[in-house]
């Protein structure tokens, strides 16, 4: 388990609830999804992420796909008062936009000043002819 990879996916809200929610007992898909409040499929997406990190485990009962928590020691962080810091918390779109849409100011502005110079450049040259 990569501790990069696990902060990330412990930045989101909805995970952080899934493994409160294993933590009192191994639970299905939909049972859990009810419990949390999403839709089965948007569960089963945040299930699937938590499994392949290795904090979350299943086994077929009767039909049903049951999911438990496999590192209890992530409980400890979850139910501490520290909050993850900043970098590791998922940016929303809107602000992924921003921060590109300022590089992108910025290298403009780089790109306008290196212009702007070598028309002073090239005008300097035909006033000297």
């Known amino acids: 388990m990569e501790p990069d990879v696990v902060h990330k996916a ?7 609830k899934i493994l409160l ?21 948007t569960a089963d997406f945040h299930l699937s992420l938590l499994s392949d990190i290795g904090l979350v485990s299943y086994e077929w009962k009767n039909g049903k796909k ?11 962080f979850l139910k501490g008062t520290k909050p993850l810091p900043p970098e590791f918390r ?3 779109p809107h602000e992924i ?23 002073k450049k090239i005008t300097g040259l035909k006033k000297g002819k």
């Open 97 to 119: 936009v921003i921060d590109a849409w300022k590089d992108l100011s910025k290298r403009l502005d780089k790109l306008d000043k290196k212009l702007d110079e070598l028309d």
């Open 21 to 41: 929610s294993l933590a009192k007992r191994d639970k299905y898909l939909t049972e859990l999804a009810n419990e949390i409040g999403l839709a089965p499929q």
């Open 10 to 16: 412990l930045g989101s809200e909805l995970r952080q």
């Open 90 to 92: 998922p940016k929303p």
């Open 66 to 76: 049951y999911y438990h928590l496999r590192e209890r020691k992530i409980l400890e």
